[in-house]
């Protein structure tokens, strides 16, 4: 359901963009919502990379000016290199981004509209640094509203999962990376200085990738900017958010788990990744900026809000559903927690029967697998997982009522919450694999809904900071957590396990890998069982509200739309090919004449019988052109990832241009070696 559009509040407001001071001479651009008033208010800071004048411009429009009608002064800020600020772009949440963030942190509060006291926000990315500039406990920073974020940057991020590598991401976000850091300034910000600092930029860019295939385990690169290190750092108060259909849910378990009881509320919904007011599939959104109001008044103004009476912990859990790639409201309800793990949600384990099975998916399976990160659009969740399924080994448990004293049966409407486990007794005959479990609801017409996965990377069994080869031919026990979920399984149904050892474009295969036997007496399923409680208080939200809308035009187009997702397959050749528009925003134009043109295509490619066939490739396109100011810029990229027995062989490709002119034009070849990931 789409959100209200609020006219009215109780202050009114006014917007100005100003430069923010750094100690070292850099200034970073910013725009500021204030309230119309004499007196020093909270300041709240989202703080990103992603160019406030342009890409965040239409989500930011829809939030900053609510925040500052309700008394605060909203900011959102440029990193250093990034949009209008100065100075050159770094790699992702590097030291030199904190500790700009400390020094925005300690100016906002140094301001004679500001009472000293600061909140950040944001999501993604700038949940990200929201928490990480919590760690480093700037005194000003007194709470933080962290939405879709991570509080581990190797196992929780876009790079490996379960210790392999994340090829859909670990090459998707680098890509669009490399497109997004080379769009040049804005000259109606920066005026004439708008080349010069375009060029600047340019000569320091390197593609991210370099760097994050560089480091494979988890080692001191990931460990820096994950708070997970030390929870115990973060002082300020933390309201952590996420979504069903987002990956970094998890995150919202830990640190409910881990901080302080008095300090942390955690919030999960059905989403995607995307703030929660914003109506985008799948819903139910909910009045996620007036719950955020509770928030910020509580810990920034001393208001009695009733947020800290809120359980500590408040989910979603969805009923069961057909399978589809979107949904604009899941059917389900709100649960709360008294505390994390919770005293309702008992792990209910379910051995496996049968014999040894022989687990050797074609290289394609998982092709299926919907996008890492959902974005609301029509093709991002997971289709029906029958295909998927029957390239897996799988292990069915019926729901349906117990018998006392029975085994082997689960309860009738099974509710879950939480993070399902499996243990996997494997015998492996290569010294390195990959498992891959799929958590699925199967209804009685035999359609799989995929509720949720997990994988390791075998050589990472005994910790992701290591590598350790199996021994070939032995048997060993590997257990491990399957994404966190809230689920009811109705009577009548089957709770599937399926188990594949290949999983593209997710899990990046390994040349030296293999199937593996799966001895179903040594293996089982862990559920996380949630009771139902008697005369549970319900959780309830206002409705969805914004301020209003910014005004962005987006123009009709004659071309034919391409898929979303789209699989080729050569039957002869065995090849499969999956092409993915991403679609971010496309193309639209701004209430300032600006015309922004964007433009990406990420393909996928792999043999079914050969591992080292796998290929991406990501093509962008971008365009900033002012009409009114004969300015006219095109950035263009092509980004590929390909592998041999040893390593990872990277191109990229930049070309931007200026009218006819091609200003800058650069090829990075780089050969990473296959240590683990």
Not at 85 to 98: F, I, K, M, Q, V
Not at 418 to 446: E, K, N, T
Not at 475 to 495: M, Q
Not at 588 to 601: Q, S
Request: proline residues 9%; negative net charge.
């Amino acid at each position: 359901m789409s959100p209200t559009i609020r006219r009215d509040f109780p202050y009114e407001t006014a917007h100005s963009d100003i430069r923010i001071p750094l100690s070292d001479g850099t200034r970073l651009y910013a725009r500021i919502w204030r309230p119309v008033t004499d007196e020093p208010v909270p300041a709240l800071l989202e703080y990103l990379p992603y160019r406030l004048t342009d890409w965040t411009a239409p989500r930011d429009w829809q939030r900053h000016p609510w925040y500052a009608g309700h008394g605060y002064a909203s900011v959102r800020v440029d990193v250093r290199g990034h949009g209008n600020s100065e100075g050159l772009p770094g790699d992702e949440y590097d030291a030199t981004e904190l500790a700009d963030g400390v020094e925005v942190i300690n100016w906002l509060a140094a301001q004679d509209w500001c009472d000293g006291q600061v909140g950040m926000f944001g999501i993604s990315w700038g949940g990200f640094n929201s928490l990480q500039l919590a760690a480093l406990g700037p005194e000003p920073l007194k709470a933080v509203v962290t939405v879709c974020s991570t509080d581990d940057r190797y196992d929780n991020d876009v790079h490996y999962m379960g210790g392999s590598v994340l090829a859909v991401d670990m090459h998707a976000w680098a890509a669009t990376m490399l497109a997004f850091v080379c769009r040049p300034p804005d000259p109606v910000y920066v005026g004439d200085a708008w080349r010069r600092m375009w060029l600047e930029r340019l000569e320091a860019v390197t593609p991210f990738v370099h760097t994050w295939l560089a480091h494979q385990t988890r080692d001191a690169y990931w460990r820096h900017g994950s708070v997970c290190e030390d929870y115990g750092a973060i002082d300020a108060a933390v309201l952590a958010v996420g979504g069903w259909h987002d990956p970094y849910r998890d995150t919202v378990l830990r640190l409910v788990e881990r901080l302080d009881p008095a300090r942390v509320r955690g919030l999960i919904g059905p989403w995607s990744h995307q703030y929660p007011d914003r109506g985008l599939p799948p819903g139910p959104s909910i009045g996620f900026l007036q719950e955020t109001l509770r928030w910020w008044d509580h810990w920034l103004k001393g208001r009695p809000t009733g947020i800290m009476a809120e359980p500590p912990l408040r989910s979603w859990i969805s009923a069961s559903h057909p399978p589809a790639t979107v949904y604009p409201e899941l059917p389900g309800r709100w649960v709360g927690d008294p505390a994390w793990p919770s005293p309702y949600v008992t792990p209910v384990t379910y051995a496996f029967g049968g014999g040894p099975v022989v687990v050797d998916s074609p290289h394609h399976t998982g092709l299926d697998a919907g996008r890492f990160f959902p974005f609301g659009n029509d093709a991002d969740l997971p289709p029906d997982q029958r295909d998927e399924d029957a390239k897996s080994a799988c292990f069915d448990f019926a729901v349906e009522p117990v018998e006392p004293g029975s085994a082997g049966a689960l309860p009738a409407s099974i509710e879950i919450l939480g993070r399902p486990r499996v243990r996997l007794r494997l015998r492996v005959d290569a010294p390195a694999g990959q498992v891959i479990a799929r958590l699925c609801d199967v209804a009685p017409d035999g359609s799989s809904t995929l509720v949720t996965r997990g994988a390791l990377n075998l050589a990472a069994r005994n910790g992701r900071d290591r590598t350790a080869p199996w021994p070939e031919g032995a048997t060993e026990d590997v257990t491990f957590e399957l994404n966190g979920i809230g689920h009811t399984f109705p009577p009548g149904h089957r709770v599937r396990l399926a188990v594949s050892s290949a999983y593209w474009p997710w899990i990046w295969p390994r040349a030296d890998s293999a199937g593996f036997t799966l001895d179903p007496a040594g293996s089982s399923l862990e559920l996380p069982v949630r009771a139902r409680v008697a005369d549970e208080p319900p959780i309830t939200f206002e409705p969805a509200e914004q301020s209003e809308p910014l005004g962005v035009v987006f123009p009709a187009t004659l071309d034919e739309e391409r898929p979303e997702r789209l699989v080729v397959r050569d039957v002869a050749k065995g090849l499969w090919r999956l092409e993915v528009d991403p679609r971010y925003g496309g193309s639209r134009v701004y209430p300032d004449g600006l015309e922004f043109t964007e433009d990406a295509l990420e393909t996928y490619s792999i043999q079914e019988s050969d591992p080292l066939s796998a290929r991406t490739r990501s093509d962008w396109t971008i365009r900033l052109h002012r009409p009114d100011l004969a300015w006219d810029t095109r950035i263009e990229t092509r980004s590929e990832i390909s592998c041999d027995a040893d390593s990872f062989l990277t191109t990229d490709e930049v070309v931007c241009h200026h009218g006819d002119e091609i200003v800058f034009h650069r090829t990075w070849e780089k050969r990473i070696p296959r240590t683990s990931g």
